[in-house]
């Protein structure tokens, strides 16, 4: 049966039978993103959900309880809404900073180590970017400004410009009347100073090191475990608590439970991990390969997750966040200063070498101090969202894919773009069904597997 009246009205039918060890379409999800519920029901009671909405001149015929579940489902009036797309780049509460494309290590697959041109930032156009971002006559006080010092290299190298942008900003911000100003750090850990600790502890900036955790596998894939190490428990020791940021690739993605392990063993101040998949377009080429890591991926994130959560840390990766955000574009596009100067919509794409850089540059920081937009441009990149691909329309994830990530675009192929989509469909599956079988357990004291069996 067709049930395209269903996801016209964003109410959509997912196959999970063979999840309970049944045909495929025999048990399905049925789930409505805008009013963030879902039931499980057989594919017999789906049918009857499906008339309700096409022959709606029969619901006095169908079971009482589909009106109530339909009107859960549907309930137009109180339905969320995705977040809004920025429409104009002047107003931005948000700024990311790529001060150099400089860096210390070699990772092995590091996704702008083509871009390392040996490019820093002036003072003055880090300045000039500045006063425009922080000025009370561009955007109300009423917003708190945030801002991320990011690497197209290593941002530690260039600690004098790094600590400018702190102070700096902290002082016009207050200077301007706005409510406060917050500003995050993601370094590779490789350099820390007591003047370092002392400023980051000053205005409490968060700090988020690229560190694969395993002594074997940062020295495969990123170098310095040592060095490493002896930072981050220092920073501890001061009390600060840093974000843990691990690439998981092929050579790790078994690991992600032992990785856990070992941040609750040697480095028990860690406030938070983050593990993401590898974005690697030298080595993901083979499809099938590609569906196979992804899947890899799910089970052994979920499974590192729920020991972490066990222990009280918290596991984080970006299709887990988005599961629980209704977006219309994959990031909300980025205001990124690149070294250069110049404003790109992505922050993972700030140097002239980097692939869909000309594409990606919407803005430019001037000499004079000023600040302009290619607002066409702006507009056409923001645009590259949930309603712009056609694939998406009916699509079940798309409030939390909401077209995927832009890098992916410029460096992967449509077979391994399809193979991305699909893991987002499955790492969505997996979160829907771990939350329908936590309610069930809670209200019903069996599990979704259990009660399918009694069947």
């Known amino acids: 049966m067709e049930y395209d009246k269903l996801v016209e009205n964003d109410i959509f039918p997912i196959p999970v039978g063979d999840e309970f060890g049944k045909n495929s379409n025999e048990i399905n999800i049925v789930y409505s993103p805008l009013t963030d519920r879902a039931i499980l029901v057989t594919h017999e009671y789906l049918d009857m959900m499906n008339s309700y909405m096409v022959q709606p001149e029969n619901r006095e015929l169908l079971p009482e309880s589909i009106t109530e579940v339909m009107n859960s489902l549907s309930d137009f009036e109180n339905r969320k809404k995705p977040a809004l797309l920025a429409d104009d780049p002047n107003t931005y509460t948000r700024m990311a900073i790529l001060p150099n494309n400089v860096c210390n290590f070699k990772c092995n697959y590091c996704y702008s180590a083509h871009g390392r041109s040996g490019k820093v930032i002036s003072k003055e156009i880090l300045k000039a970017s500045l006063d425009h971002f922080i000025d009370n006559e561009r955007i109300s006080t009423d917003n708190k400004l945030a801002i991320s010092i990011l690497g197209g290299g290593e941002p530690m190298l260039s600690w004098d410009l790094v600590k400018f942008i ?64 002896k930072n981050i428990n220092w920073i501890i020791s001061e009390g600060i608590r840093p974000q843990l940021r691990a690439c998981i690739t092929q050579d790790n993605i078994s690991l992600m439970k032992r990785m856990i392990e070992e941040v609750l063993e040697k480095f028990p101040g860690t406030r938070e991990v983050m593990m993401e998949y590898v974005t690697d377009p030298e080595r993901m080429t083979d499809p099938m390969v590609v569906r196979s890591f992804y899947e890899q991926y799910i089970n052994n994130f979920f499974e590192a997750h729920d020991y972490a959560a066990e222990h009280g840390l918290l596991l984080d990766c970006s299709a887990y966040r988005n599961f629980n955000l209704l977006i219309q574009r994959f990031c909300p596009g980025d205001n990124t200063l690149t070294a250069y100067g110049e404003i790109s919509v992505c922050s993972r794409i700030g140097a002239p070498a980097d692939v869909g850089y000309a594409d990606s540059i919407y803005g430019k920081v001037n000499l004079d101090g000023s600040v302009s937009f290619d607002r066409e441009k702006f507009d056409k990149l923001i645009g590259l969202n949930v309603y712009h691909y056609p694939k998406c329309s009916s699509c079940w994830a798309k409030w939390h894919c909401a077209g995927g990530c832009m890098v992916h675009k410029h460096t992967y192929n449509q077979a391994i773009r399809d193979e991305i989509c699909l893991y987002m469909r499955n790492f969505c599956k997996k979160m829907l069904l771990r939350n329908l079988d936590k309610e069930y357990r809670e209200y019903c004291g069996m599990s979704l597997k259990e009660a399918v069996g009694n069947l």
Do not use: C, W
């Open 166 to 229: 702190i102070e700096y900003s902290n002082e016009r911000a207050n200077r301007m009347g706005f409510r406060g100003m917050d500003i995050n750090l993601v370094t590779n850990g490789s350099i820390f100073t007591q003047e370092i600790i002392d400023t980051i502890k000053k205005y409490k900036i968060p700090i988020s090191i690229s560190f694969e955790i395993l002594e074997e596998i940062q020295n495969l894939q990123r170098g310095h475990y040592d060095k490493v190490r």
